[in-house]
Each structure stands twice: as C-alpha cells, then as structure tokens.
C-alpha cells in the first residue's frame, strides 16, 4: 500500500467510472 503504481490507480480509476456509467445508464432506461 505504501507503493501505489500509477498503472493500478488507472485501473482502479477505470473500473469505478465504468461502474458509475452503468448505474446511471440504468437508471435513464428505468
């Protein structure tokens, strides 16, 4: 945890913002 690589936090980065836009995508279609 103390050695954060940039390549994991994009990845991180990436998943939430894929999961926020499917919850939103979702949402609108309800």
Known sequence: ML?????HL???LI???GLV???I???RRR
């Open 15 to 17: 998943v939430v913002v």
């Open 3 to 7: 050695a954060i690589k940039p390549l």
């Open 21 to 23: 836009a499917a919850v």
């Open 25 to 27: 995508v979702a949402s």
């Open 10 to 12: 994009l990845v991180c």
